[in-house]
C-alpha cells in the first residue's frame, strides 16, 4: 500500500520542476524584470495581466484574483488532480524516484510500466487515426462530417479520425512499432477470435477520449457503413485506463473553462460537443456510452469548486420521451451538488448539432441560455402521470410534486415554486404550501441538500485567500512605512543570497510594524535560509506563516523588483535593506529619546550616560549605512 510521500522527495520535485516552462504550456508569459515574468491569469478573466511569475523562487501569484503557489499546487488546480498524483507526475518527468513513508512503495511499478505502454499504444492509434481521415478510403467518413457541417479544421480541432475497413490495419501498425500481442490484448484497440485478435474498430469515424490531462485512454467510433454489424456508437471496453463511468468526452479541452465559468455543460453525443463549443459553449462534454452518473458528479464537483457559492450543471436532453428518461435519470443525482442544476431541452427534439446546422451556432446558444432548473422539469413531467382534471389525480399529483419543491433550499425561490405548483394543479396555494411544509417535515425530498443558494460566485471562483479577508488588515500602500517594510521583505524572499551574514542579523533584529508584515517576518526567523535552495526557502516560509497568509508570502515573492540588469538588482537590494535598518535605527533613537525624556533632569546619571551612548552608536551605524550608498 502506498504512504506518504517523504518531504525530502517533494522538496526535491519542487526544486527540479521548472516552474516557467509548465506555466508556459497554459499561459503566455513576457519578461516582467529580472528573473520575473508576466501574463494573463489562468484562473480568471482579464484583459490586462497580473498574473506573475518568479522561476528563481518556484512561485507564482495573481495580483487579480489572489491565486498563488508553487508548481505543484499550479499543475494541481490547472489539471484537477490530487497532490500525490501531481507529485508522481513531476517526478516522473523529472526521472526522480520517490520514497514512502510507513513502509509505502508507492505505485506498483510492473502497474505503472504497464499503464505507459497502454498510454503510448492509445497516442499511436490517435495519431493513426487522425492521420487516415485524410486518405482517400475515409471519403465516406469526410461526407459524413460535412454533412453535419464541420470541416476539416473542425475535424482536427477535436481529434476525429478514421478506422480503416479491414480486420489489422491498427494491429500490424503497432506491431510494427513493437507492440506484442499480450500488451495490444490490454489496450481495449482490439477483439479477439479464434484465429488471434483483430482490430475493433473498422470502418468507423473515430473520437479519441481523453483525460483531464489531455491523455488519450480510449475511442468512441461511429458506424458508417449498412454492411457493418455492429452498433451505431461502440465505445473501447473497461481497460486499466478506461472507465466508462469516470470519463467525460471533451474534458481535456473544456475543464479551463468550465473552471473559470463554474458552468458544466452536459451534451448527449460527440458531434453535439463539436457543434456546442464551435457555437460558444465551450464548457460542453458528453458521457461515453452511459447515463450520467455519481462518478461523473465526482468530476464536475472538482471542476466547477461546488462549495454552495455558485456553479451550475446544465443538462440538454432531446424532447422525446428517452430525452425526459434520461433528464430524471440525472435528477436522481441532483442532490450530490451543492450547485444548481438545469435541464434544456429542445421541444422539436433537435439535438446541439442538428440545431447548430438547421439554425446556426446562435440556436445552440439560445438553447442553453433557456434553460430551466432541473427540479422544475422534473415536476412538469411528474405531472403528465396524471389526470389533473380529477381530485384524485390533482391530489396524486401533489403528493408527487411537493416533496421536489421542499427540496428547494433557497428560502426565495421555495415559495415561488410553490405558487407556481398551486397554478398548474388548480389548487388552493394554503393547500400546496402544506404539502411541502409537510414533506420537508418527512425528510422526503428527493433533492434535499446543504445549501442551493442563489448567492453569485466570486469572480476567482473562491480560490485565493487576501489578507484583509483573513482579518490582517491589507497595509496602506501610501504609508512610507508601511512600503518600506513591504520592499524589504520582497528583497529577502527573492534574493536571499545577496544579503551578508551581517545583514542578515540585522534583519532578524528588525522590529516591523505592519501586523501582516510582521507575520511573514516572524515566518522568515523560524524558516531559517541556512541549507535551502531559493525555491525551497519561499516554500519553508509559507509554511511557517497562517494558511490565510500563504498568498501574501507568494505576492512578496513574485513582485517583479525594478531593476533591469544583475547589477542594478545588487544595487537595489543593497539600497532597500540600508533603508530598513537606517528606519530601524530611527525607530531605536526615538524611543531612546523618548526614555530620556522621561528620565529628566533629576534621572539616575549612569543611565543617562549610558543612553546617551547608546543613542551616539545608533548615529554612527546611520551614517555608515549613508556611506556605502
Known amino acids: 500500500m502506498a504512504g506518504l510521500i517523504k518531504r525530502e522527495d517533494i522538496d526535491l520535485v519542487r526544486e527540479r520542476s521548472d516552474l516557467k516552462e509548465i506555466v508556459d504550456s497554459f499561459v503566455t508569459l513576457r519578461s516582467a524584470g529580472v528573473g520575473s515574468y508576466k501574463g494573463l491569469c489562468p484562473f480568471h478573466d482579464e484583459r490586462s495581466p497580473s498574473f506573475h511569475v518568479r522561476p528563481s523562487v518556484g512561485s507564482y501569484h495573481c495580483f487579480g484574483c489572489g491565486e498563488s503557489g508553487d508548481v505543484i499546487a499550479f499543475l494541481m488546480k490547472m489539471e484537477h488532480t490530487t497532490f500525490a498524483e501531481t507529485v508522481e507526475r513531476l517526478a516522473a518527468k523529472a526521472n526522480i524516484e520517490l520514497h514512502y513513508e510507513d513502509g509505502g512503495t508507492g505505485p506498483d511499478q510492473e502497474q505503472v510500466g504497464r499503464r505507459q505502454r497502454l498510454l503510448e499504444a492509445n497516442k499511436i ?12 478510403g475515409a471519403a465516406t467518413g469526410q461526407q459524413f462530417l460535412s454533412g453535419r457541417g464541420f470541416t476539416a479544421e473542425h475535424a482536427r480541432q477535436f481529434g476525429v479520425g478514421y478506422a480503416p475497413q479491414g480486420w489489422d490495419n491498427l494491429l500490424k501498425h503497432l506491431q510494427r512499432k513493437g507492440f506484442r500481442e499480450d500488451e495490444l490484448k490490454l489496450t481495449g484497440l482490439f477483439s479477439e477470435g479464434q484465429r488471434g485478435i483483430y482490430d475493433r474498430f473498422r470502418g468507423r469515424l473515430v473520437w479519441p477520449i481523453r483525460d483531464m490531462t489531455g491523455a488519450t485512454i480510449g475511442f468512441g467510433a461511429r458506424k458508417l457503413f449498412e454492411d457493418d454489424p455492429g452498433p451505431k456508437y461502440l465505445n473501447t471496453p473497461e481497460t486499466q485506463l478506461y472507465k466508462k463511468s469516470q470519463v467525460l468526452y471533451g474534458i481535456d479541452v473544456a475543464k479551463r473553462n468550465i473552471a473559470k465559468k463554474r458552468q458544466l455543460v452536459v451534451v448527449e453525443g460527440y458531434t453535439d460537443v463539436m457543434a456546442a463549443h464551435l457555437s460558444g459553449v465551450d464548457t460542453a462534454v458528453a458521457t461515453c456510452g452511459t447515463a450520467f452518473g455519481s462518478d461523473h458528479v465526482k468530476i464536475a464537483r472538482r471542476l466547477i469548486s461546488d ?11 432531446d424532447g422525446d420521451e428517452a ?16 450547485a444548481k442544476t438545469y435541464v434544456s431541452v429542445e421541444p422539436s427534439g433537435m439535438d446541439p448539432c442538428d440545431l447548430r446546422q438547421e439554425r446556426g451556432p446562435e440556436a445552440v446558444m439560445a438553447l442553453i441560455d433557456a434553460r430551466r432548473p432541473l427540479f422544475e422539469f422534473a415536476i412538469k413531467v411528474g405531472l403528465k402521470n396524471y389526470n389533473l382534471d380529477t381530485v384524485e389525480g390533482r391530489t396524486g399529483a401533489l403528493r408527487h410534486a411537493a416533496p421536489i419543491v421542499a427540496g428547494i433550499k433557497d ?5 415561488g415554486y410553490e405558487r407556481e405548483l398551486s397554478g398548474w394543479l388548480g389548487m388552493d396555494p394554503g393547500t400546496v404550501h402544506r404539502a411541502v411544509q409537510e414533506a420537508q417535515r ?13 448567492r453569485q460566485a466570486r469572480p476567482d471562483g473562491g480560490r485565493g485567500t487576501d489578507a484583509a479577508e483573513s482579518g490582517y488588515q491589507r497595509p496602506d500602500a501610501r504609508d512610507p512605512a508601511a512600503r518600506m517594510e513591504k520592499e524589504a521583505l520582497e528583497v529577502v524572499l527573492q534574493q536571499p543570497t545577496l544579503l551578508s551574514a551581517e545583514q542578515w542579523q540585522a534583519f532578524y533584529a528588525a522590529e516591523f510594524k505592519v501586523p501582516a508584515y510582521s507575520v511573514v517576518h516572524s515566518g522568515i526567523r523560524a524558516a531559517g535560509m541556512a541549507g535551502a535552495t531559493p525555491s525551497q526557502w519561499v516554500e519553508q516560509v509559507r509554511q511557517e506563516v497562517p494558511a490565510e497568509l500563504g498568498s501574501l508570502v507568494s505576492e512578496l515573492a513574485v513582485t517583479p ?7 542594478d538588482l545588487i544595487r537595489y537590494s543593497r539600497d532597500i535593506m540600508n533603508r530598513l535598518f537606517e528606519l530601524q535605527i530611527t525607530h531605536q533613537k526615538a524611543d531612546l529619546m523618548g526614555r530620556l525624556q522621561r528620565l529628566g533632569p533629576e534621572g539616575d546619571p549612569a543611565q543617562f550616560e549610558s543612553l546617551n551612548r547608546q543613542l551616539l552608536e545608533l548615529e554612527k551605524r546611520r551614517r555608515a549605512l549613508r556611506a556605502r550608498d
Not at 495519431?127 to 487516415?132: H, T
Not at 428560502?411 to 415559495?415: E, M
Not at 418527512?442 to 442563489?454: E, H, K, L, Q, V
Open 125 to 136: 492509434a490517435d495519431e493513426y487515426f487522425r492521420e487516415q481521415l485524410g486518405t482517400r
Open 307 to 317: 462549495d454552495g457559492t455558485g456553479g451550475e450543471i446544465i443538462f440538454t436532453f
Open 323 to 338: 430525452g425526459q428518461r434520461a433528464a430524471l435519470r440525472a435528477f436522481e443525482e441532483d442532490s450530490k451538488f451543492l
Open 411 to 415: 428560502p426565495v425561490v421555495r415559495p
Open 442 to 454: 418527512a425528510g422526503a425530498s428527493p433533492s434535499s441538500r446543504p445549501g442551493n443558494t442563489t
Open 561 to 567: 523588483l525594478p531593476a533591469r540588469t544583475e547589477e
